[in-house]
C-alpha cells in the first residue's frame, strides 16, 4: 500500500518531520494500550462496570477518551504531512481497525446518551480529527471521514445545543476552556463539512470575548494548566476579527505586550514532570508555542509585537518539546499532538482577510 502524497497547503518545518517518526511510535503504541484508563464514565448501577472499550470501541487507549481521539488525528496528520518518514501501512491498519462505522456509531451513541460527556475539548478533537481525514483525502481519508460521519454529526448538535445554553464562557487553563474547544472548532468545522457550525461558533466567540480588556495575566500560569486562558481567548478572536480589527483588540485585552516581559512570554517552570497535574505545564509550553506564533501570524509583519511573539513562541517549543517522548506515559499519552500543533498547526495562521 502506498502512502498518500503530502498536500502542499502549507510549508512543513524540518523539525516537525524530524520528529515524525517518534510521534508516530509514541501515538501507535497510545491508541492500542488499553491500560492504564481513565473513564470518565458516570456509574448508574452496577451494569455499567464494564472494560472502557465496551463504551468506547474505537477511542479505548492512550489514557483517556479525549487523547485517545486526538492521538488518532496525530496519525493522519503524520500521514498527510510526513508520509515519508512514517510507518504507513502500519498506521493505517491500526486506524483502519479503529475508524470503522460500526464503532464510531457506537461512540456517537455514546455522545448522544451521555451529553456533557467530554465537552467541549472532545468533542473538538473529534471534529478535528474528521477534519483531518477529509484532508487526507484518498480511499483510506475517505473511509475513515465517512466512519467518523455519525459521530460528528453527534458533536455538532451537541455542540449547537451547550452554546445556546453556555451563557458565560468557561476560561480554567484545562479541558473545560471554551475558547481553545471553539478556536479548534473554527479550524475544523468547515474542513469536516461543517460550515454552518463555524459560523454559529464565531457568533459565540464574539459574543463572549468581542469587549474584554486587561487580561489578568500575572494570574498566569495556575499549578495544573495546559492552555493559557488569555492567549486562547486571543487565538480564538484572531479566527473571526478581521486583520485591521484584531490588532487593536489585542491592545485592549494584553496592553504593553510588546514592552512588558509577562509571565506569558516565559515558559512555566515544571519542577516534577512526572506529576500528572504539574507536567501538565509541560503541554502549557507547548499550547502557548502554538498560540505565539498563530497571533504574531495574525499582527501586521511591522508590528513591534510580532519579533516578541514569535520570539516566545520558540522559546516555550524548545522547553516542551524535549518531554514529548520521555519514556513515561504521563506526558506520552497526550504531548506529542500539542507539539504537532505548534510545529505544523492547521494552515492560514491569523485572521480572517
Same mark, same amino acid.
Given at each position: 500500500?502506498?502512502?498518500?502524497?503530502?498536500?502542499?497547503?502549507?510549508?512543513?518545518?524540518?523539525?516537525?518531520?524530524?520528529?515524525?517518526?517518534?510521534?508516530?511510535?509514541?501515538?501507535?503504541?497510545?491508541?492500542?494500550?488499553?491500560?492504564?484508563?481513565?473513564?470518565?464514565?458516570?456509574?448508574?448501577?452496577?451494569?455499567?462496570?464494564?472494560?472502557?472499550?465496551?463504551?468506547?470501541?474505537?477511542?479505548?487507549?492512550?489514557?483517556?477518551?479525549?487523547?485517545?481521539?486526538?492521538?488518532?488525528?496525530?496519525?493522519?496528520?503524520?500521514?498527510?504531512?510526513?508520509?515519508?518518514?512514517?510507518?504507513?501501512?502500519?498506521?493505517?491498519?491500526?486506524?483502519?481497525?479503529?475508524?470503522?462505522?460500526?464503532?464510531?456509531?457506537?461512540?456517537?451513541?455514546?455522545?448522544?446518551?451521555?451529553?456533557?460527556?467530554?465537552?467541549?475539548?472532545?468533542?473538538?478533537?473529534?471534529?478535528?480529527?474528521?477534519?483531518?481525514?477529509?484532508?487526507?483525502?484518498?480511499?483510506?481519508?475517505?473511509?475513515?471521514?465517512?466512519?467518523?460521519?455519525?459521530?460528528?454529526?453527534?458533536?455538532?448538535?451537541?455542540?449547537?445545543?451547550?452554546?445556546?445554553?453556555?451563557?458565560?464562557?468557561?476560561?480554567?487553563?484545562?479541558?473545560?476552556?471554551?475558547?481553545?474547544?471553539?478556536?479548534?472548532?473554527?479550524?475544523?468545522?468547515?474542513?469536516?463539512?461543517?460550515? +454552518?457550525? $463555524? @459560523?454559529?461558533?464565531?457568533? =459565540?466567540? %464574539?459574543?463572549?470575548? *468581542?469587549?474584554?480588556?486587561?487580561?489578568?495575566? &500575572? #494570574?498566569?500560569?495556575?499549578?495544573?494548566?495546559?492552555?493559557?486562558?488569555?492567549?486562547?481567548?486571543?487565538?480564538?478572536?484572531?479566527?473571526?476579527?478581521?486583520?485591521?480589527?484584531?490588532?487593536?483588540?489585542?491592545?485592549?485585552?494584553?496592553?504593553?505586550?510588546?514592552?512588558?516581559?509577562?509571565?506569558?512570554?516565559?515558559?512555566?517552570?515544571?519542577?516534577?514532570?512526572?506529576?500528572?497535574?504539574?507536567?501538565?505545564?509541560?503541554?502549557?509550553?507547548?499550547?502557548?508555542?502554538?498560540?505565539?506564533?498563530?497571533?504574531?501570524?495574525?499582527?501586521?509583519?511591522?508590528?513591534?509585537?510580532?519579533?516578541?511573539?514569535? +520570539?516566545? $513562541? @520558540?522559546?516555550?517549543?524548545? =522547553?516542551? %518539546?524535549?518531554?514529548? *517522548?520521555?519514556?513515561?506515559?504521563?506526558?506520552? &499519552? #497526550?504531548?506529542?499532538?500539542?507539539?504537532?500543533?505548534?510545529?505544523?498547526?492547521?494552515?492560514?495562521?491569523?485572521?480572517?482577510?
Amino acid at each position: 500500500m502506498s502512502a498518500e502524497p503530502p498536500t502542499t497547503d502549507s510549508a512543513i518545518s524540518e523539525e516537525f518531520r524530524q520528529c515524525a517518526p517518534r510521534f508516530a511510535t509514541v501515538a501507535l503504541a497510545n491508541v492500542t494500550r488499553a491500560y492504564p484508563n481513565a473513564p470518565a464514565h458516570l456509574l448508574r448501577g452496577p451494569d455499567d462496570l464494564v472494560s472502557p472499550r465496551t463504551h468506547h470501541p474505537a477511542f479505548y487507549g492512550s489514557y483517556d477518551w479525549h487523547s485517545a481521539v486526538h492521538m488518532h488525528w496525530l496519525l493522519v496528520r503524520l500521514l498527510r504531512r510526513c508520509p515519508d518518514r512514517v510507518p504507513g501501512v502500519v498506521i493505517t491498519e491500526v486506524l483502519d481497525r479503529h475508524l470503522t462505522h460500526g464503532a464510531l456509531t457506537a461512540e456517537a451513541g455514546y455522545l448522544r446518551a451521555n451529553p456533557s460527556f467530554e465537552r467541549p475539548y472532545g468533542w473538538a478533537w473529534l471534529l478535528a480529527l474528521t477534519a483531518e481525514c477529509r484532508a487526507l483525502g484518498g480511499t483510506a481519508g475517505g473511509r475513515w471521514a465517512g466512519a467518523l460521519e455519525p459521530a460528528a454529526e453527534a458533536v455538532e448538535d451537541l455542540l449547537r445545543g451547550w452554546l445556546v445554553r453556555a451563557t458565560y464562557p468557561v476560561r480554567h487553563g484545562t479541558h473545560t476552556n471554551s475558547a481553545f474547544a471553539l478556536g479548534l472548532v473554527l479550524d475544523s468545522a468547515s474542513a469536516a463539512g461543517r460550515p +454552518a457550525l $463555524a @459560523e454559529s461558533v464565531a457568533g =459565540a466567540v %464574539l459574543d463572549w470575548f *468581542a469587549d474584554d480588556r486587561d487580561a489578568p495575566v &500575572h #494570574w498566569e500560569p495556575s499549578g495544573q494548566d495546559f492552555l493559557s486562558p488569555a492567549l486562547t481567548e486571543a487565538e480564538a478572536v484572531c479566527r473571526v476579527l478581521p486583520r485591521e480589527e484584531f490588532g487593536p483588540w489585542l491592545t485592549r485585552f494584553l496592553p504593553g505586550l510588546e514592552r512588558t516581559a509577562v509571565t506569558l512570554l516565559a515558559p512555566p517552570v515544571v519542577s516534577d514532570p512526572g506529576d500528572p497535574q504539574i507536567g501538565h505545564l509541560i503541554g502549557l509550553s507547548l499550547s502557548r508555542a502554538a498560540g505565539l506564533r498563530r497571533l504574531s501570524a495574525a499582527l501586521p509583519p511591522g508590528d513591534a509585537r510580532v519579533p516578541v511573539l514569535t +520570539a516566545a $513562541a @520558540e522559546d516555550h517549543l524548545a =522547553a516542551g %518539546l524535549v518531554h514529548t *517522548a520521555s519514556g513515561d506515559f504521563t506526558g506520552d &499519552h #497526550w504531548l506529542a499532538t500539542f507539539a504537532a500543533l505548534a510545529m505544523d498547526g492547521p494552515p492560514g495562521h491569523g485572521a480572517v482577510d
